[in-house]
Structures are given as C-alpha cells and as structure tokens.
C-alpha cells in the first residue's frame, strides 16, 4: 500500500455540458463556471483554490485560472504530460499527490472543451504521421480498431462484450436526464443495423463529442472530513504504460492490451494500481470507464482484471451483469462518453464520484469502492480508485 | 482511378529521419531501420537503439512479405484526401518475419479488391506502387498465392 492511500478526497464535482459547438463563452468561460460550482459544491471558496491540474494541453494554465479567480496563493500548476484522454486519472492522481504531500491544501482538477477553440477529438488527423496517413489511417477510431480487431480475432474476445458495454450505458442514460442518449433507447437490432465506422466499430461504438467543462475540488483528507460527510477518497492512484507502448506506429509488444496491463519486467497500471490500495478487482463496487470507443474499454476491463481476457470476457461482459442497479459488474452509470456525454472522459469521474455519495441516477448498492479507468490505448493511461471513509480508515 | 481527391499526406517527415525508407521506395526497395552494433531491427525510426543505445543506426533491405497481424475496413471517410468515394477500404497491419518481426501498415495492391477482408495470420506479399495523387511510391499488400502476387 502507498503512502497516498487514503490521504486527499474529492469534496466537490461540477459537469456542463452542451450540444456539439454550442458551448457558452469558450472553453475559459465554461471551466470558470465549474471551478465556481465545483467550489460552492465542495463548500470551499474560490480564493482558496492554490492549486490546478489538467491534461491532454490546453492553454488554461494555474496562473490564467488562479488570476480569474482572484486565489489567494498559488502552490501548484501542472499538467498531465502525454497520452491525451489517457492521462484523466493521472490529473487526478497528480492533484491528490500535491495535497497528500502538503504542497498544496486545494487543487482543482479541470478539463474543459469547445469545439469552436479545439475543433474535434475524433478528426485530429494531424496526431498521426505520414507511416499512418498513407494508408489511409487518420482517426483515433482507426488505431484503436487495429488493436481491437486483434482482440476478438485472436484472443477471441466476442464481440457481443462490445455491444453489451455500448446497451449498458443506453440502459444507464435512459435514468441519467442530460445524457445525450435519455430518452433514445438503444436495442440490439438497432446496434447491429447501425452504419460502420471503422470495422470492427459500428456508430454505437464511438464516443460522443460535447462542448461542456468538468471541475472537481481536492483537499487533504482532514479537510475533507470537515467539509462534508461523504468525500470521495482516493485509495489509489497510477498512470504509465508498458515501454513504448503505442509510440512505434502498432509495432509494440503488448499490442492488445488498453496500455494499463505488465511491462516487460511486470507491473503495470493496473497492477500498480491494486498493490497501492491493497485490494484488488474483486472489491470494486462500480467501474467508470472511459470509452473513446467500445473496444478499447473492453480491453481495460481486461487489463484491470475485472473481466477474464479471451472467449470468457463474454460471460462477464453481459447488458445484465453490467446494469445498475442489479448487475455483478456495472459500469458507466450516467451513460459514460457513448450515451452520456463527453468532455475528454472527466464527466466519468465526476459519476465515480457520485457513486461514492451515494447521488448517481444509477446508484449502486452499499458502495464502498468505485474504479475511474481513464483513455484507453493512449500512449500513457491511468486509473484511480475512490473510496468511502470505510474504506481506507 | 478516381478515388484522390487531394494529395495523400506521404513522404519524409520533417525531421528527416525516415528520409531513406521513401527515397528507397522511390527506387523499389523496402528498407527499414536496424542497428548497427546489436543488429536488431526497429521501426518506426528512430535515434537510438532500444535494445543497446547505440546510435549507429544502418538502413537495411527486407523482402516485402510477411503475415497480417491485424486489419481495419475504414467505411468514415475519416481522410478527407481521399474523397468520399475511396470508402470502404482495408488497411492491413504486415509482420515481416525478414525484419526481426516489424509491423508496416498498407492498403491492398492493384488488382485486389480494396474492400477486401484479410484474416489476422495470412501471408501478404508486397508491391511498391506508385499511387494517384500521392508524391512518393507506397507499399501495398496482396495475399499469397493470387493472381495479383503471381503478377508482382
């Protein structure tokens, strides 16, 4: 177990989010907006945020956001270097280690997104080199279906274990009002018949594209204990990737594997992760995973060890067992970025939270545990673990 | 052909580093990087070598053969360079058992159908094509056996 374990919490979240291109004022404007909510939700005020964190660029820096807000001090500014979406945890991670270590006493982990400043995740063509474009690979889709065809084609991972991540989190967004999916059920006929993107992904597949900003507010644990009485602890956090992994144009070893899985001596995020909170996948309540696409979320489950790698996957990975509020295993409860909403994947960690309060739309049972597995197949990834006050006295 | 509707983004990047991977190509070799000193292949290039950090890198021949290790169909006419009729294509993932296991991506050859399903494991042998609309020659896949590898 680490030193980290059990001392910073989440005591304040806030998510917007809006249609495609129609976000208020700009990217500044909307993360202003959930710094202030995610502060008054926190009961914390503005002026006492020292600290910032974020990740996957940008240019709102610790200094910009802490000059808006009129902060008091500012101790900490970073931002998560590398692995894009991959790195959403990590920002976490990084903000709870800066508390833990008394660097800082209020840090704000952010992400906003308008597509008027950044234009759009999915089209960013330009991430890739020529190696890639020649051939007609220009999309995060495509990559990630590279690794995922192997998946199901040599480990045998069925298919099915796709498609019932992607009804889940339809299931999930029906009781989830905002969730772009509320309202739009999804069955399998109308999943099956969907168009193709990139074989083996169907539209249903893919992740949504939202302008919106997500803030949540990290303190010290005693902090916490006096702000509120349900802070969302992390237990434990880890970020990394096997050496090289997907930094050599699909010529990495550990090829399908979502990147938390061993390196070439062991260890891992994943594993890293359960060693630092001294529990393991058996004791995770509920899982937010971040799904850019649906087959890359699959091999997370895998990697975490919460689901069994090749046909077996199948049997865990049922709409049932993945279902809140009865299910074995449920996963992405406000809908997750396919049937919820999307903001880089941190809306997902604003519900791992809400589930440690006990607030989802999809609440689950007595939850002590509650897993935020960040981007998937980026070349860095990271996942943290929350939780309750049980949990990590 | 009509499917270029724009010029495909190929060629050396701008740090020159893969420089003679395309100037090979343009005279109708495959060449890969491989280190000078431990001897193990390595691609994409790079400055040094993973395996001993010597930066005496060689640029070597490797036949163009070798099996799928994975493949895409693209139906999202995600490159607009393209146009929207060169959808569905398949782009193959190509292990070269003659470069120490490399991967290279590439799109299926002259004659075969671009839409065409491979299966992960199936022997490709490769063509180096000049391509419309793209300024450098490209590496495409054929199966094994076909009229189209009969005709490479």
Redesign the interface.
Known sequence: MSGLRGAAAVVGVADHFHPRGQGPGGERRMVLEAVLDACADAGVEPREVDGFVSYAGGDLTGPVLGTELGIDELRWSSMVWGGGGGGAAAAIGQAAAAVATGQAECVVVFRGMAQADIGRLGYAKYHFDQHYLAHGVAAPAQVCALRTQRMLEVDGVPAEAMRALVLAAYAHAQRTPGAVGHGRPLDVETYEASRLIVEPFHLFDCSRENDGAVALVVVPAERARALRPDPAYVVAAAQGAPGGYAGTTENDTPYVTAGFGPGARGGGVAARLWAAAGLGPADVDVVQVYENFSGPAVASLIDHGLVPPGPAAGEVMTVEQLTAPGGRLPVNTNGGNIAGSFVNGMGLAVEAVRQIRGTSTNQVDDVRTSLFIGGPMAPMVSSVLFGTAEVIA | MTEVSGE??????DDGL?RPHWEGLREGRLLLQRCGRCRTW???P?LLC?GCRSFDVRWEDVEPRGRV????????P??VE?GPD?V??T?V?VELPGAGG??????AAAGVDPARGF??GEEVVGRIEDVPG?A?P?LRWAPVGTQQDVAA
């Open positions: 495909l983004p190929c060629g050396p990047a893969d390595r691609w994409t790079r993973p290790f994975s493949w895409i169909r693209t139906h999202h995600y490159l393209l060169a569905p294509y782009t993932l490399s991967r290279v991506l590439g799109r299966r992960i793209a450098w490209l």
